[in-house]
């Protein structure tokens, strides 16, 4: 059974820190690139970064550029985005994806950046 599970959300003021882990299981994670994904109320889910299978590659979403980095460990299957100078307009919930054709998502974790 695949299961990614996200962690790390919170509530934070606006230019503080976050980190956020997605632990994956029942799938060959070191074999296939990440991606961490968030969504807005009322907006399209955005892809904010990915990663290659060995991590030796990142993209970023311009918005995010300079500001988040994606990490990944292939010994303990995991995936982790740290977020700093949070901005208001990062508060979404955050979703890892990954696995063969992009199936598999895990439930998602709440970013609220405000004082």
């Known amino acids: 059974q695949v299961r990614l599970v996200e962690s790390g959300g919170g509530l934070v003021q606006p230019g503080g820190s976050l980190r956020l882990s997605c632990a994956a299981s029942g799938f060959t994670f070191s074999a296939y690139a990440m991606r961490w994904y968030r969504q807005a109320p009322g907006q399209e889910r955005e892809l904010v970064a990915q990663?290659?299978?060995?991590?030796?590659?990142?993209n970023y979403a311009d918005s995010v550029k300079g500001r988040f980095t994606i990490s990944r460990d292939n010994v303990k299957n995991a995936v982790f985005l740290q977020m700093n100078s949070l901005k208001p307009e990062d508060t979404a919930v955050y979703y890892c994806?990954?696995?063969?054709?992009?199936?598999?998502w895990g439930q998602g974790t709440q970013v609220t950046v405000s004082s």
């Open positions: 994806n990954g696995g063969v054709s992009w199936r598999y």
């Open positions: 990663i290659s299978s060995i991590g030796g590659s990142t």
